[in-house]
């Protein structure tokens, strides 16, 4: 049984540039949540996705939005990428939206 | 707010010493609280979490944490650290379905 997949695993880009980060939860998990960890720090929710609407969101600007498919998959993409959006992006998914969390091993973005 | 503070950023023990990492939270009502574990270039691993019941909790790896309401704090023990328990240690509480992360301890493990 798959775990949590996340792509890419790494990647670079520069700064204006947009990015977009990939999410396939684990079998029988519908919810999916991302999260932002910078180096050094703990990570920081971003939002959560189900029934492919966004549930809730954390404290992070209108340039990062997200999409969930109907195969539950999800995507998050930053625009206007700032140096400080450099960070590793942890996907996590549930069964439900309330449900225990089980995290992928993450898409590190740097922003050059 | 709800916050989570983890006092210490890195402690370092030796090979079968004991360990205690230390974890405050802020939060009004009762907490659920979680313990993860980050290997270098590892997504998160659940260690146990606290709902109610119990204030004791066992989980995997040998690792187990105590709530203790009137000081705010859930650490996390285990009573003999091996060295591959060398990692990042993340204490959590949730609050609307969404977690609340400190900031970490590093364990650096010596043989």
């Known amino acids: 049984d798959a775990g949590v997949t996340q792509s890419p695993t790494h990647l670079i880009k520069t700064r204006g540039q947009q990015v977009t980060l990939r999410c396939s939860p684990k079998?029988?998990?519908?919810?999916v949540s991302w999260y932002q960890q910078a180096l050094g720090q703990g990570p920081q929710f971003i939002f959560q996705?189900?029934?492919?609407?966004?549930?809730q969101r954390g404290n992070f600007p209108d340039r990062f939005s997200g999409h969930q498919f109907p195969n539950y998959s999800s995507e998050l993409n930053v625009n206007a990428l700032l140096l400080g959006d450099s960070a590793l992006y942890l996907c996590?998914?549930?069964?439900?939206?309330?449900?225990?969390?089980?995290f992928g091993e993450g898409s590190r973005l740097t922003v050059l | 707010a709800q916050s989570v503070t983890q006092p210490d950023i890195h402690i370092t023990v030796s090979e079968g010493a004991s360990l205690e990492l230390r974890c405050n939270y802020s939060?009004?009502?009762?907490?659920?609280l979680f313990w993860y574990v980050q290997s270098p270039g590892q997504g998160l691993q659940l260690l146990l979490k606290?709902?109610?019941?119990?204030?004791l909790v066992q989980g995997i790896k040998g690792f187990e944490a105590e709530f203790k309401r009137s000081q705010s704090s859930f650490n996390l023990r285990k009573p003999s650290v091996h060295w591959s328990d060398a990692a990042e240690y993340f204490c959590?509480?949730?609050?609307?379905?969404?977690?609340?992360f400190g900031t970490g301890t590093r364990l650096q493990v010596f043989p």
């Open positions: 079998s029988g998990h519908d919810t």
């Open positions: 606290y709902f109610s019941g119990d204030t």
């Open positions: 939060y009004g009502a009762t907490p659920y």
């Open positions: 996590a998914s549930s069964q439900t939206p309330t449900g225990e969390l089980f």
């Open positions: 959590a509480v949730e609050n609307t379905d969404k977690l609340i």
């Open positions: 996705y189900y029934e492919e609407e966004e549930r």
